[in-house]
């Protein structure tokens, strides 16, 4: 059973430029949430998608934007990327209403901007 | 905005020794969920609390929810280089999913 799977594992962009981050849920599981983790520090929410719409976003600007599929995978797109912007974006999944169980999260995209 | 905060950021064990992190919010929180991370790696949950002092054991690890449930740790018994990592809470609440700051565990054999 396929646990959570984000592409690409790295990744480098010059400032300015427009990023997307893609992330297959794990089998059985409908709701996806990214994160933003910089180097040494905790996950910071980004945005939570469920049934193909944002349904929670965290304190981050609207240059950050995602997209849920029908096959309930997602995307983050960054634009205008910043230096600030480079870290580690975490892709979790979990089965709607059923938090108990926690969320699954994929490896990560590293992501550096230049 | 609501922070959770952790403490200690970093603490170095002998191998054997224990290992207690604490997780403090100046709210009330309705869950608390425990996550490791190795070095290099991703989270991977733990255990989730809900209820008013509760505790949950899973072999050497012990989690406890506050009476007033503002506030959670993470106790390991006899610790071992496996355990190293970074150990942080979240808070799973509505409209929002906020993390502690994390506890960074160095095991020396």
């Known amino acids: 059973d396929a646990g959570v799977t984000q592409s690409p594992t790295h990744l480098i962009k010059t400032r300015g430029q427009q990023v997307t981050l893609r992330c297959s849920p794990k089998s059985g599981h409908d709701t996806v949430s990214w994160y933003q983790q910089a180097l040494g520090q905790g996950p910071q929410f980004i945005f939570q998608y469920y049934e193909e719409e944002e349904r929670q976003r965290g304190n981050f600007p609207d240059r950050f934007s995602g997209h849920q599929f029908p096959n309930y995978s997602s995307e983050l797109n960054v634009n205008a990327l910043l230096l600030g912007d480079s870290a580690l974006y975490l892709c979790?999944?979990?089965?709607?209403?059923?938090?108990?169980?926690?969320?699954?999260f994929g490896s990560g995209t590293r992501l550096t901007v230049v | 905005g609501q922070q959770v905060m952790q403490i200690p950021q970093y603490q170095h064990v002998q191998e054997g020794e224990d290992f207690t992190t604490y997780c403090n919010s100046s709210?009330?929180?309705?869950?608390i969920q425990w996550y490791k991370q190795r070095p290099g790696g991703h989270p991977v949950f733990l255990i989730q609390l809900v209820k008013s002092g509760e505790v949950k054991k899973q072999k050497r690890l012990t989690f406890q929810f506050g009476e007033a449930k503002k506030n959670s740790s993470l106790h390991i018994t006899a610790t071992q280089t496996t355990d190293v990592g970074t150990y942080f809470c979240?808070?799973?609440?509505?409209?929002?999913?906020?993390f502690g700051t994390g506890t960074r565990l160095k095991v020396l054999a």
């Open positions: 709210t009330t929180l309705s869950n």
């Open positions: 979790a999944s979990s089965p709607a209403g059923q938090d108990a169980y926690g969320y699954t």
């Open positions: 979240l808070h799973s609440g509505t409209y929002k999913y906020i």
